[in-house]
């Protein structure tokens, strides 16, 4: 089945795109030329992960004595490795990294800011579970276009995020972003090496059948997130409940269905993670611009997502997103109303 009624490539889309932008000055465009660049190289060594353990390339010590990277620190060298020399960024942030990343003096700074998790759901590769890539792009805000970013640029509300995304290696390569004119993604084509339009304009269902959350954390959960939990499981007379589990264990892949069918996916607080598991700067923004743009809601349980002041670059927050009824109900559970 065609879902779109045009053929055209991610660079072509995201150069009309720019055409609607008076002040655009192709930077942007040239940055995810770049970042989709990084994507397709991740891509190949996702795919190549599993016949590389089976002839030994990856265990600890590889056949040639050397020390194997784990695929998401090879994940991560990529995108910095991709993106730190062509004058786009003034710094990035990554989860593989405790401190910021910044430009060697030997390449030109940008006035975009990037974050990201180079390969979210790594522990998943081992039994071939869709995993991903989340990024989020802001413009610095801190003085002097020649100096090093700094933390001002990278601890912004996820509101002033001015594209998000994930990249999701999957049965295919699937490139998901915004740049809050909606929601759009593109599937790689390996044979012409690029990649194609295949959702335009996705819209998140304004209620959905599904609910991802990890069970086995339910005797940690607050009671409110448990009565919830047990409302989606009881039969309403309405025939919208109970709700289907899913849950793949990899944010990027329940996201990405939860964006497509609708529902909602959380990751609270709990009596171990007061703050939750999901970080907030380069996993929970990104996620929620993205739901968002296509109609739904993402929060921390009391506040909008995108609204919250990071202090930390590594900090977590609890994350309920999804459909906006969904995620309504929810919070009308956790805060008692219901
Ligand atoms: P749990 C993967 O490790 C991750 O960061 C997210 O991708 C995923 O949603 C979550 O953790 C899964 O955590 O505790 O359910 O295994």
């Not at 413009?139 to 001002?152: A, F, H, I, M």
């Not at 959350?213 to 009881?234: A, D, M, R």
């Amino acid at each position: 089945m065609i879902k779109v009624s045009r053929f055209i490539t991610l660079d072509n889309f995201i150069t009309k795109q720019e055409n609607h932008h008076v002040d655009a000055t192709g930077e942007f465009t040239s940055f995810m030329h770049d970042l989709t660049f990084a994507v397709r190289l991740i891509a190949r060594e996702v795919r190549s992960a599993g016949i590389n353990d089976i002839i030994g390339l990856t265990n600890d010590v590889n056949v040639h004595g050397e020390q194997v990277k784990k695929l998401d620190m090879i994940a991560n060298e990529i995108i910095i490795k991709s993106m730190n020399h062509t004058g786009k960024l003034a710094v990035m942030a990554s989860e593989e990294n405790e401190e910021l990343i910044q430009i060697p003096s030997k390449y030109p700074k940008g006035k975009y800011v990037l974050v990201f998790d180079p390969l979210d759901g790594s522990s998943n590769i081992d039994v071939n579970v869709t995993i991903g890539t989340i990024f989020g792009l802001y413009k610095r805000v801190s003085e002097g276009e020649d100096n090093d970013g700094n933390t001002e640029d990278v601890l912004q509300p996820g509101y002033k995020q001015i594209a998000a995304g994930y990249a999701l290696y999957g049965s295919s390569t699937v490139f998901v972003y915004t740049t809050g004119n909606g929601v759009n993604a593109f599937t790689y084509d390996p044979t012409v090496g690029e990649f194609i339009l295949s959702y335009e304009g996705i819209t998140i269902p304004e209620r959905g059948k599904y609910y991802s959350t990890n069970e086995g954390n339910t005797y940690k959960w607050s009671q409110e997130f448990k009565n919830y939990i047990n409302h989606l499981k009881e039969k309403s007379e309405d025939g919208f409940r109970p709700y289907s589990a899913r849950y793949i264990g990899s944010g990027v892949a329940d996201i990405h269905r939860t964006l497509l069918y609708g529902g909602i996916f959380a990751y609270p607080a709990d009596v171990n993670s007061p703050n939750g598991k999901l970080r907030l700067v380069y996993e929970c923004n990104p996620l929620a611009m993205l739901i968002e743009q296509a109609g739904g809601m993402a929060t921390n349980g009391k506040d909008r997502i995108l609204d919250l002041q990071p202090k930390n670059i590594h900090e977590r927050s609890p994350l309920f997103l999804g459909s906006k009824y969904d995620v309504e109900e929810c919070m009308a559970f956790l805060n008692g109303t219901k």
